[in-house]
């Protein structure tokens, strides 16, 4: 005799059923290639290659490059390619009459282990000239993937780059364990608002409001003498927009106007809305945004201290691949490192070029070595190093505080923008170079 189910259990196994729909619903959802465009073959093929390359953080300059040399290689040179930092659009001239086919990049930014699998799968392509549509449901594979680590590693990897962050920013004794409760109260709060992407859209103002006035009604009355605007920077790394702006200088002095322009526009008006949410709590709380004086620093080897946990930080909270973790770090020292000597060299502001300069071909050279994870990684991961984000946000926020000598913090930033986009150019330049001389030495023509 089957037994009866418990009176109300089959109810509350359908309201749980329903919840996880409703919540399933709320989740972005993926457009991939075959929801995307009808297209197959080439076209589809390189529309959504140069979708995922866009959401991989990678300047249009870049992408349009890349999808042209794929084309050649795949016999179709007489594509027309065009890259904006959110579609790709590719024109067929030899169809009847004319295509162009549009590929929205709207699928979120990829973690470092898809971007990792793209850079490999376009090597792959250029290199062995697979079936376009294998490298299509590749392509979808890797975007529709799960993370390797679970919520809880993805906190604890927030919480340890908000430490890092703030050990390389702001390295003073008081501020470490409000580190560490920030980074573990807004990594919760990430990865909670990034299933829900209607969250996603006020959520960095309102955290930045709700950290702000945290931090001025309950800690600065305890450890005193500290700036708020720094406390709180280093908990809002994932929203500063310091790797946008970046390729966005990048790509205007690559004469990609239109894509480094709107780049830019977006980049300041993250900044602007970060602020706010700042400027905001620091008027609720009706505290002075300024430091006081007084606060003891850590000595010189906290920020490299702080640049191991930013690594270790990273690698879980992006999910890099398996065996990146010490080539992430070994990027991170060597940007480091390289705009310690600029700055000893030709300043603190112009620091960011011999990074940029010195840190491409050394991880193009690193990524030759067959265990090495992508060059784009490291170069990601790098980024962080150099780009000065966290600067501008704390201009900004100065700015909106009425602080004295906040103007002056900007227009640092953005001259350290420019320099860090020339010494990228630069070094892109010089690697390629280096690159063509090895193969034609190799392969002398007679």
């Known amino acids: 005799m089957s037994e009866r189910p418990a009176p109300g259990g089959s109810h509350r196994t359908g309201l749980i059923d329903r919840l996880r729909g409703a919540l399933a619903a709320l989740r972005p959802s993926l457009i991939t290639g075959a929801d995307a465009q009808s297209d197959s073959g080439v076209t589809g093929m390189l529309g959504q290659l140069g979708a995922a390359a866009l959401a991989s953080s990678k300047a249009t300059s870049d992408v349009e490059e890349t999808l042209r040399r794929l084309a050649v290689v795949y016999d179709r040179p007489e594509l027309r390619i065009f890259v904006l930092p959110t579609l790709v659009l590719i024109e067929d001239p030899a169809a009847t009459p004319s295509q162009t086919s549009i590929f929205p990049a709207d699928g979120g930014t990829l973690r470092l282990d898809q971007a990792g699998a793209i850079d490999r799968l376009v090597r792959r392509a250029l290199d062995g000239r697979p079936d376009p549509d294998d490298v299509l449901a590749t392509v979808t594979t890797i975007r529709t993937s799960g993370p390797r680590f679970g919520p809880v590693l993805t906190v604890l990897g927030y919480t340890l780059l908000t430490f890092g962050f703030g050990m390389v920013l702001n390295p003073t004794i008081a501020a470490l364990p409000v580190y560490l409760v920030l980074g573990v109260a807004v990594g919760t709060i990430v990865v909670l608002g990034s299933r829900i992407p209607t969250l996603s859209l006020v959520l960095p103002v309102a955290t930045a409001f709700l950290v702000t006035l945290v931090v001025s009604l309950g800690v600065i009355p305890l450890v005193g003498g500290d700036d708020v605007v720094r406390l709180v920077a280093p908990s809002l790394v994932s929203f500063l927009p310091g790797l946008t702006l970046t390729i966005a200088a990048v790509e205007l002095t690559s004469g990609q106007v239109m894509a480094g322009a709107s780049r830019l526009v977006y980049g ?147 001259g350290s923008l420019i320099a860090i986009a020339i010494g990228m150019v630069l070094g892109a330049g010089f690697s390629r170079d280096v690159v063509a001389l090895a193969r034609g030495w190799r392969h002398p023509r007679r």
């Open 268 to 414: 300041v008006a993250q900044l602007g809305l970060l602020a706010f949410g700042v400027f905001a709590g620091i008027s609720v709380a009706g505290t002075s945004p300024t430091a006081s004086g007084g606060v003891e620093q850590l000595g010189v080897w906290a920020p490299w201290a702080g640049l191991v946990l930013v690594g270790l930080g990273y690698y879980l909270y992006s999910a890099a691949p398996r065996g990146s973790l010490l080539w992430i770090l070994y990027a991170l020292v060597v940007a480091h490192a390289a705009q310690l000597l600029g700055a000893l060299l030709v300043g603190a502001e112009l620091s960011g070029l011999f990074g940029a300069l010195i840190v491409i071909p050394a991880v193009g050279l690193a990524g030759r070595i067959r265990r090495a994870p992508s060059t784009a990684i490291m170069l990601t991961c790098a980024y962080w190093v150099l780009v000065p984000g966290s600067m501008g946000f704390i201009g900004l926020s100065e700015v909106a505080s009425g602080t004295a000598g906040a103007t002056s913090t900007i227009l640092r930033t953005f």
